[in-house]
């Protein structure tokens, strides 16, 4: 098994600030909770950090959502709005391990 991680940025789901991201690597069957950094405001990008273990060389996939304090979890697709700029659903991540 190769250890890898993940590190990237979230906003808050609700604007209630960031409670997790959860990152899944089964297919969302179940969710771990990464490490947050510093908070810089309920809106400001969050760095977020985990450790994954990767199973046999191929591809692999990682599913990545964000909970706020409240408990309300980025749904699994997106929900359209007028305006367009609004993108709150789960992230995947398509990986090919080597």
């Known amino acids: 098994m190769l250890a890898c991680g993940v590190v990237s940025t979230w906003t808050s789901v609700d604007g209630l600030g960031m409670g997790a991201v959860e990152v899944s690597s089964d ?3 179940t969710w771990r909770e990464a490490q947050l950094g510093r908070e810089m405001g309920r ?3 969050r760095e ?3 450790p994954l273990g990767t199973g046999p060389v191929g591809p692999a996939t990682v599913l990545v959502r964000a909970r ?3 408990g309300s979890v980025q749904p699994n697709a997106p929900t359209p709005n007028p305006s367009g700029y609004h993108h709150n659903a789960v ?3 398509e990986l090919e391990i080597t």
């Open 48 to 50: 977020f950090r985990i």
């Open 91 to 93: 992230q995947r991540l």
């Open 43 to 45: 809106f400001a990008w």
């Open 68 to 70: 706020s304090r409240s």
């Open 27 to 29: 297919a969302g069957a």
